[in-house]
C-alpha cells in the first residue's frame, strides 16, 4: 500500500459522486480546451486570410469601426459603399494600383454565398487567379458568372450550368484553381453587372491597393485620404484590429470557461469536505495506527489531485474532439463564415494540451488545500470517537 | 516498567462547567505483562487508554512509555511513537471498510515507510497467524464480526509493537468469536508483548496478570492474579 493507491481507492468508492465531481471539472476543461483551440484556429485563419487578401492598403467608407474592418476579411455584406468617381480618383495617384470590388450575398441550395462584383481583368491580375475549367470573362459587361472551386464542388456546378441570383439566371463560364482563401467560395461577376443587379449606382464596397513601394506606405495614404473622403488602412492594421476582435471574443468565451471551471473546483471543495465529514472515524483510524498530520494532508490533497488529473486528460481529449467537430459548424456563422473556405483544421497544440492539463491539476490542487487541512488538523481522539 | 503514568488528568472545558474524565491516576504496567483496566462505562477507562497511546494529551501528568514522557512530543513524533511501538485494537474493530483485509493490514505498515513487497509478505504472515489466511482479498463487509476484528488484531501487529492497546475487543463479538479472538491475544501474549485491554468483562479480567479498576476518573483499586 502508498498513498497515491489509497487516496485513488479512496475516491473511487462512491462510484455516483466520484463521477459527478469528475464530470464537472471535465466539462469545464473541455470548455475551456475548445474555446482556447477555436480562438487559436480562427486567430491564424484570419493571418492566413490577411496575408492572402493581396493588397497592401484597403480603401473602406469613412467612419468605420475596427468590427466593420472585419468585413473586409469576412466578406460580410455592409451597408455602405464608396463612389466609383473616388476610385477613379484614387486610381490616378501615381505608384499604386487599387481595384474596387462590391460584395453583395444570393443564396445557392438555401446556403448564403458571397457574390463579388470586380473589375475582371483588374481582379485577376491583382489576385493572380488561374482557371481550372472554361473560360474567364471577357468584357466588363459579361452577364455571367465565374465560380471559386470550393462554391463547384459544395454545389456540384459544371461549366454552363444556370446559377439563379436575384431572380436571375447566369450561366458559370469558369471555375477558378483553388486558392485557399475565401474566394473559393465566392461566385464573381462583372461590377458593372453586380451593381445593376443590386440596384447600388455607381459604387463598390472596397477598393484592394497595391503600392509599388511599401517603404512610403504612410504617404501613400494620406494621398489617399486627401484625394477621397474614405478612410485607409494597412493589411497590418488590419490584422491588428481583427485579431484584437477576435482575442477579445476568445477572452471573454476563456472567461465563461473560467467560470466553469471555478464551479467544478467549488465541486471538488464540496466532495472533499463531504468525504471528511464521512470519513472522519478513518482519518481516526489512520492517525491512530500512525498517519502523521502531513501524510493525511497528502491523502486528501491527491484525492483531489487525481480529479485534477482524470478530469484534464478527459477534459482535453473531449475538448479536442469537440472543436474538430465544432469547427464546421462555427462557419454558419456570419461572423466566422469566410473560415468554410479552408475547413479550419484545429490544430493539436501541445502547449494548449498540457497547459489545459497542468490547470486542471492545479485548479484541483487549490480547491484540495482547505478540506486537506481540515481533514489533517483532526486530533485522532476527536475522529476516532466520531459516530 | 513499559507504561508508566503520574497524576494524569484529563478535564474537559464547557461553556458553563470544567468536566473532569480523569481526576490524577498514576499507574504502572510491566513489560510482557497482560493487563486490564476495568470498570464501569463513563468513568475514564477509554480516556486513559487514549492518553496512554497518545491519541490525546493529558490536561496534567505525565505518560512514560519505555521510560519517555510522551508529554513533550510534537504531534509528528506521537503519530511514529503509535506507528512503531503500539498496535491499537478498537471495539467496533475500525478497519478501513474499502481495503481488503490485506491492505487494511499493510495500511499500517505504509506509515513507516516499509517497502510494498515487505508489506505484502508481512501481512500475509500476520493474517494466516490469526486464521485468516483463506481472506486475504475480503473486504470487511465480507466477514464475520470475530474475522474483522482479528483482521483488526493483525493489523496492531504490523509493525511489530511491543505494546498492544485493546478497546473491549470482544465487545461486540458473539461467544464463540470472542473465544477466536482471546485465543489470539493470549498467543501474542505468550509472545511476549505487552497487552493492555480495557473492559467491562470480568471473565476477562479474571485471566489478566494486573488489574487496573477506574471509577470516577480515578484508580479505585489494583490487583494481581
Redesign the interface.
Known amino acids: 500500500m502508498n498513498v497515491p493507491k489509497l487516496a485513488l481507492k479512496n475516491i473511487t468508492r462512491r462510484k455516483g459522486r466520484f463521477i459527478f465531481t469528475l464530470l464537472g471539472i471535465t466539462i469545464g476543461i473541455a470548455s475551456f480546451v475548445t474555446l482556447l483551440s477555436l480562438g487559436g484556429s480562427l486567430k491564424n485563419e484570419i493571418k492566413k486570410q490577411a496575408s492572402e487578401l493581396g493588397a497592401n492598403l484597403v480603401i473602406t467608407p469613412k467612419g468605420w469601426c475596427a468590427y466593420e474592418q472585419v468585413s473586409v476579411l469576412t466578406g460580410e455584406q455592409l451597408p455602405e459603399a464608396i463612389p466609383m468617381d473616388d476610385v477613379k480618383k484614387i486610381s490616378a495617384i501615381k505608384g499604386l494600383t487599387a481595384v474596387p470590388y462590391l460584395i453583395e450575398r444570393t443564396a445557392i441550395k438555401n446556403s448564403p454565398v458571397p457574390v463579388i462584383g470586380i473589375l475582371p481583368h483588374e481582379m485577376k491580375a491583382f489576385k493572380g487567379w488561374e482557371l481550372e475549367k472554361g473560360n474567364y470573362f471577357a468584357s466588363h459587361d459579361e452577364d455571367s458568372i465565374v465560380i471559386g472551386s470550393g462554391i463547384a464542388q459544395q454545389f456540384k456546378l459544371n461549366l454552363m450550368d444556370e446559377v439563379t441570383i436575384r431572380g436571375r439566371q447566369f450561366p458559370v463560364k469558369g471555375i477558378l484553381k483553388e486558392t485557399g482563401n475565401k474566394d473559393d467560395v465566392a461566385v464573381f461577376m462583372p461590377l458593372s453587372v453586380a451593381q445593376k443587379l443590386y440596384g447600388v449606382g455607381d459604387k463598390g464596397s472596397f477598393i484592394a491597393v497595391k503600392v509599388d513601394d511599401i517603404s512610403k506606405m504612410d504617404e501613400y495614404i494620406l494621398k489617399i485620404q486627401e484625394t477621397a473622403n474614405v478612410a485607409v488602412v494597412s493589411d497590418k492594421q488590419l490584422l491588428k484590429s481583427v485579431l484584437s476582435i477576435v482575442g477579445t471574443v476568445s477572452l471573454t468565451l476563456q472567461l465563461i470557461a473560467a467560470v466553469a471551471i471555478l464551479a467544478a473546483a467549488f465541486g471538488i471543495i464540496n466532495t472533499m469536505m463531504t468525504a471528511i465529514y464521512e470519513r472522519k472515524r478513518e482519518i481516526g483510524i489512520l492517525q491512530a495506527i500512525g498517519a502523521k498530520e502531513i501524510t493525511i494532508f497528502k491523502i486528501f490533497l491527491l484525492e483531489s489531485g487525481f480529479y485534477g488529473i482524470l478530469g484534464g486528460i478527459i477534459g482535453v481529449a473531449a475538448g479536442l474532439v469537440f472543436s474538430s467537430l465544432a469547427s464546421p459548424y462555427i462557419s454558419q456563422n456570419e461572423f466566422t463564415a469566410f473560415l468554410k473556405s479552408s475547413e479550419v483544421a484545429v490544430t493539436f497544440d501541445l502547449r494548449l494540451v498540457f497547459g489545459s492539463l497542468l490547470f486542471s491539476v492545479f485548479v484541483s490542487l487549490i480547491s484540495g488545500l482547505y478540506p486537506a487541512w481540515r481533514a489533517s488538523k483532526l486530533t485522532p481522539v476527536e475522529a476516532i470517537s466520531y459516530e | 516498567m513499559i507504561i508508566i503514568t503520574e497524576n494524569l488528568i484529563k478535564t474537559y472545558n464547557t461553556d458553563k462547567a470544567k468536566t473532569y474524565a480523569l481526576r490524577g491516576i498514576s499507574l504502572e504496567i510491566p513489560r510482557g505483562s497482560f493487563s486490564c483496566i476495568i470498570g464501569p462505562s463513563g468513568h475514564g477507562k477509554s480516556t486513559l487508554m487514549?492518553l496512554i497511546?497518545g491519541?490525546?494529551r493529558p490536561t496534567e501528568g505525565h505518560v512514560f512509555i519505555d521510560g519517555a514522557d510522551i508529554a513533550g512530543l510534537s504531534?509528528?513524533e506521537l503519530?511514529?511513537l503509535?506507528?512503531?511501538k503500539i498496535g491499537?485494537v478498537?471495539q467496533f474493530f475500525?478497519?478501513?471498510?474499502?481495503?481488503t483485509a490485506e491492505?487494511n493490514v499493510?495500511?499500517?505498515?505504509?506509515?513507516?515507510k516499509t517497502d510494498?513487497k515487505a508489506?505484502k509478505e508481512k501481512a500475509k504472515g500476520l493474517l494466516s497467524l490469526v486464521g485468516l489466511s483463506e481472506k486475504l482479498r475480503a473486504r470487511p463487509s465480507e466477514l464475520s464480526g470475530g474475522q474483522q476484528q482479528r483482521v483488526a488484531i493483525a493489523?496492531?501487529l504490523?509493525?511489530d509493537p511491543e505494546i498492544l492497546l485493546m478497546d473491549e475487543p470482544t465487545g461486540n463479538l458473539d461467544s464463540e468469536s470472542e473465544t477466536e479472538v482471546l485465543n489470539a491475544i493470549f498467543k501474542l501474549h505468550k509472545e511476549g508483548k505487552t497487552v493492555v485491554i480495557v473492559t467491562h468483562n470480568n471473565e476477562i479480567a479474571k485471566m489478566a496478570e494486573v488489574v487496573f479498576e477506574i471509577k470516577d476518573g480515578k484508580l479505585d483499586g489494583q490487583w494481581k492474579n
Open positions: 487514549h497511546g491519541l490525546d504531534n509528528s503519530a511514529k503509535r506507528a512503531s491499537f478498537f475500525n478497519l478501513l471498510p474499502n481495503l491492505e499493510e495500511t499500517a505498515m505504509m506509515f513507516l510494498e508489506q493489523r496492531a504490523a509493525n
